[in-house]
């Protein structure tokens, strides 16, 4: 034989010509043909990326402006023979990078391992005969035996089928099991989830059985194709790693402008030489560089890592964490995502028009059914009981409590959602078995609609039978209701404007007994039971978890693959959609235009059929409209959005290997408002981050105002660099990192999202930086000078200043706890890290003043009592100045609101 054709023959109009098109037959591929096959087209598995070396994750710890910064100031000092600050700063990069390190690498372990998606048996027919081989050896054109239970090893042209059903949920989206059909006939054009003749790798028999030619293994799969979208999409930079460089950018800038303004200045002015012109300007940079940031920026990304671990969200990537607080719209799945992907009966009516409302979600069999108050004779109650126990009887599935007390099942999910609502009324199929033994059943075929069971009750063979509405009602001629059967069109009609998936159900006696080598005719002349409504139910909290979304500024989209009128049904009851024009379907997204497309967004909140490719164009068409984008999904249809997406959020627990790996974050609980927990830990610590930065920042900016005044005054420097490092990296960065473990204010899922091109230095930051730095800085200065007059020498000057920001230091971190709120109403106790830092940090700085290495290496000398007092209250001026800045602010955003 030779090799089979590229194209995919699932179009074929005959099975023959499909397998003509792959050089096969039904007794299928020789070893020796398959062997070519193999060697031709490879193993049938996705190609698997090695996990990320360790040293790789060290050396991304390096990968950012203000690590290069501080390279660069390491290297000076180094070079001008200054080995303190050099070894100060190496010391804060490799803290810096342990940790983050130590982050990633424990994060990379936690998620979930990729791939393994084909690692599986499958029966295949090789030179005429069955044989069990390994998956990832199925090649084009071997002829596969499938069952209920099989996972399907490729795409395949089905050339056989009874009553064959396929979850196709984690491909297409679709939450209901796809009925085949190997007769059906289609167009090059039908989409994926409409090919009846075919089964998609990765997807799984839920019922029946079937034999199908293998058309494409590997990355040449459905599957396949979706693993090269994800290996192609690139997702955007996580706000804070945009914001951190720009505020890098900015820093850099500045520090060069500036070093080379006052450099000069220094020179024509003070007459500076040309070495004290270079430590100026190195006393500049380390003054201007917030040494201390990276590691308070990873130490808080940490302790939101960890946050967000407690709370069911596994952080993949440590730069994620704050992207997910600021997102401004989120793109999500439904099956699985928003809903349990566990069928479940909702609602029955019954043949006297009685409605019943049935309690509980999913396959666990919590919950009862009530009927309704018009309805609560003995006749309507046994008619429900008889209608239920027609469900369980007609069923193949099976449901049972394991040893760990945790429930287990097998087969179609309509079946098992029927015996778990058997359960709820105590109708269990076992027990019943044992009073009502089966003698024979009619299996589901798509063909035929309905499914028949027959069994022995007392002395007669009693027939209980479930279908659709219209193929049930054609075999009852009893207890319809005197209103006609126009009134249960008119309740089927209902219940599937709510989005269910409805069922009838009947009974009735075989007359005579059954004749074992006979076929079994359709049932007649049954007796009507009722209806049952079935849908996928919402997870437990999702509605309020998109309510809290939209009370966040967060708008919410569902992009999903299933029916209009199901999405739409659900996202009426999650309160996403109020208007049929919020719906769009995939079919009528391509006849948009790429600017209607784009409009379109704005304003559609349920996407619905939607393929792969679609769900990815409208991820790509958000992030154009000018939003940070979050993409939720746990089927391998989801992962290519997932990778495009600013920040990509897979389920852990029911989700795929292909859609975790695609994701930044992973939700492992499968809990839809666990992403509510993440956005406010992800808002809490760029909040942090901003409160770190202001810290940093402002007592830098306060060091250098010092030095532009010395220098414009004729005042020798007020502070040596590494009595500059000392500050920057030992008191203020304790405090900085303590600051990091900072709880949140209470407030930060009532606020809009940030927006995505805001500068972390906005109007707030600038206003609170321009009173602290003016206040520190000239504070500082008049300081020196005033200690100078006073007849101390410069070392002594220069102990005193630098004992005098420590304190304020001390002092401002305070004010840092919250950009708004008074100092006075936070508990110091309220968290606890940063009262020991604060400790600590003063503590550190007292050693410095007596331990006599580290006085020779500060140029420190302990104080007096008097001298701590005055220092003290010099620092004490920072409160009044932000208290009052505060106030004004509150003031100025109530006369805006008003």
Known sequence: MSSPSPQLP?????????????????DGLSDDEAAARLALHGLNRLPESPPTPLWRIVLRQFLSPVIYILVVAAVVSAVIGDPQDAGFIAAVLIINAVIGSYQEWHA?????????????????????????????HVVPGDVVWLESGNRVPGDMRILHAQGLEVDESMLTGESRAVAKDHTWQGEHSTPVSDRLNMTLAGSMVMRGRSQGLVVATGLQTNIGQLAQDVAAATGGQPPLVERMQRFTNFVAVGTLGLSIFIGSLAMLVSHYSLLETFFLVVALAVSAIPEGLPVAMTVALSVATI????????????????????????????????????????????????????????FTPHGEAFLDAQHQDAASRQLLESA????????????????????????????????????????????????????????????????????????HIAIHVKGSPERVLAMCDTAVPPEGRHVLDELVASM??????????A????????????????????????????IDPLRPGAKEAVRHCRDAGVTVAMVTGDHRETATAIARELGLVETDDQVMTGPELEKLSEDQFLQQVRSVR?????????????VNALRRAGHYVAVTGDGVNDAPALRAANIGVAMGRMGTDVAREAADLVISDDNFASIVAGIDEGRIAYDNIRKVVFLLTSMGAAELLMVLLAVATGTPMPLLPVQLLWLNLVTDGIQGVALAFEPGEGDTLRRSPRSPRESIFDRLMVERMAVSVCVVGIGGFLTFFSALQLGFSTDEARNLLLLVLVLFENIHVGNC????????????????????????????????MHVPLLQHVLHTNPVNTAVWCVALLIALTIVPAMELHKWIWSRRKDAIRS
């Open 388 to 459: 239920v126990r027609t469900g369980v009887l007609c069923n193949e599935a099976d449901l049972h409590q394991r040893s760990d007390g945790e429930w287990g099942y097998h087969g179609d999910a309509v079946d098992v959602a029927l015996l778990c609502l058997g359960h709820k009324l105590d109708l269990i199929r076992q027990c019943l078995l044992e009073t009502h033994p089966q003698v024979a059943q009619i299996p589901f075929e798509p063909e035929h609609q309905y499914a028949a069971s027959y069994h022995r009750d007392g002395g």
């Open 496 to 505: 599937t404007r709510k989005g269910l998936r409805v069922l009838a159900l």
């Open 108 to 136: 990379e372990r936690s998620s979930q391992a990729l791939r393994k998606l084909l690692s599986f048996n499958a029966r295949v027919t090789r030179g005429g005969a069955v044989r069990e081989i390994p998956a990832e």
């Open 507 to 534: 009974t009735g006696e075989l007359s005579g007994e059954l004749n074992p080598s006979h076929t079994l005719p359709p049932p007649s002349h049954l007796r009507f039971l009722g209806f049952v409504g079935l």
């Open 817 to 848: 706890r919250s950009e708004t709120k008074s100092a006075f109403v936070l508990s110091p106790f309220r968290s606890p890290i940063l009262l020991i830092g604060t400790l600590a940090a003063l503590l550190m700085h007292v050693a410095g």
């Open 10 to 26: 699932w179009h074929a109009e005959t099975t023959s010509a499909a397998m003509a098109a792959l050089n096969t037959s039904h």
């Open 606 to 618: 349920v996407y619905a059929r939607v393929s792969p490719r679609q769900k990815l164009e409208i």
């Open 307 to 362: 946050r967000m671990a407690k709370r069911n969200v596994i952080v993949r990537r440590l730069t994620a964490v704050e992207g997910l607080g600021s997102c401004t719209f989120i793109a999500t799945d439904k099956t699985g995502t928003l809903t349990c992907n566990e069928m479940t009966v909702c609602e029955m009516r019954l043949a006297d028009c009685a409605r019943v409302e049935i309690t509980g979600e999913g």
